[in-house]
């Protein structure tokens, strides 16, 4: 068992660095980490697109429809949500040791939201979330604490919420493809 732990934390390693590799390639900035900083946790060794990444490989052919830094008992998860066909899955990732520590099947609440025109009904790609939350940065300058496609009046769209210095959240929606900010709150 130890060494399957040790083989799972070299693999998330392994991970982070293919997931940093590929932001510095397309420009993606890695908020988690300065995020983490600035909750007074620890900077942990695995960033979200690192995390996200697992996500991506423990479902193939999968997207990813949010992401969301959690904070408990100074301890940094990511809660990434996953569509797979018909099925979206939770998963809730230790950053300081890349383990997947639990998977819930969202499915449900999935299909709930999309009665009520909520929930994304669009493939989401990372490359649109990349811009969109950069034009939600510039709106609001902070990290990103959390992300999730939506629709929007019929819209596809990302809201964002950007955490700033002064630690206050403020939720940016960006309408996607266009990179518009639809709204502030």
């Given at each position: 068992m130890k060494t399957f732990k040790t083989s799972l934390f070299a693999g998330a390693l392994a991970l982070a660095a293919m997931g940093q590799s590929a932001c510095t390639k397309t420009?993606?900035?890695?908020?988690?980490?300065?995020?983490?900083?600035?909750?007074?946790?620890?900077?942990?060794?695995?960033?979200?697109a690192a995390a996200e990444q697992m996500a991506l490989a423990k479902y193939p052919d999968s997207y990813l429809l949010s992401?969301?830094?959690?904070?408990?008992?100074?301890?940094?998860?990511?809660?990434?949500?996953?569509?797979?066909?018909?099925?979206?899955?939770?998963?809730?990732?230790?950053?300081?040791?890349?383990?997947?520590?639990?998977?819930?099947?969202?499915?449900?609440k999935f299909r709930a939201d999309s009665t009520k025109g909520k929930a994304p009904l669009w493939k989401v790609d990372l490359a649109a979330r990349n811009a969109a939350e950069?034009?939600?940065?510039?709106?609001?300058?902070?990290?990103?604490?959390?992300?999730?496609?939506?629709?929007?009046?019929?819209?596809?769209a990302f809201a964002f919420e950007i955490k700033n210095e002064a630690g206050e959240i403020k939720k940016i929606l960006v309408q996607a493809g266009t990179n518009e900010v639809l709204e502030e709150q």
């Open positions: 420009g993606q900035t890695d908020n988690a980490g300065q995020a983490n900083q600035q909750n007074g946790a620890a900077q942990s060794p695995l960033s979200r992401t969301e830094i959690e904070l408990e008992d100074d301890k940094t998860f990511y809660e990434i949500d996953a569509k797979v066909a018909a099925q979206v899955y939770q998963l809730t990732i230790d950053a300081a040791t890349g383990e997947i520590v639990k998977t819930k099947d969202s499915t449900l950069e034009a939600a940065i510039k709106a609001y300058p902070g990290q990103t604490q959390q992300w999730k496609a939506v629709t929007d009046a019929g819209r596809e």
